[in-house]
């Protein structure tokens, strides 16, 4: 399981993309998106807190980008 953490950080260092693991992992539950001057959405990241979110939302709303950023929670099926 520790090789595969490492692999992942290596592979994904911005830690932007989801990776479930079964175990002690935590899975992230929020995700950040954006809205183009076209009126498209996207998820821009995704973060295991509300917290770090809403931080990296206002990181991106300082920067004077003219896009819309906003949370919202991840919704997760159970399998």
């Given at each position: 399981?520790?090789?595969?953490?490492?692999?992942?950080?290596?592979?994904?260092?911005?830690?932007?993309?989801?990776f479930r693991?079964?175990?002690?992992?935590?899975?992230?539950?929020?995700?950040?998106?954006?809205?183009?001057?076209?009126?498209?959405?996207?998820?821009?990241?995704?973060?295991?807190?509300?917290?770090?979110?809403?931080?990296?939302?206002?990181?991106?709303?300082?920067?004077?980008?003219?896009?819309?950023?906003?949370?919202?929670?991840?919704?997760?099926?159970?399998e």
């Amino acid at each position: 399981m520790i090789a595969l953490h490492i692999l992942f950080a290596i592979l994904n260092p911005n830690g932007n993309r989801t990776f479930r693991f079964t175990g002690k992992t935590a899975l992230k539950k929020w995700k950040l998106l954006r809205l183009d001057d076209n009126g498209n959405s996207f998820v821009v990241a995704e973060y295991k807190t509300h917290s770090e979110a809403q931080d990296a939302q206002r990181s991106y709303e300082k920067k004077g980008h003219k896009q819309t950023y906003w949370v919202e929670k991840i919704e997760t099926t159970e399998e």
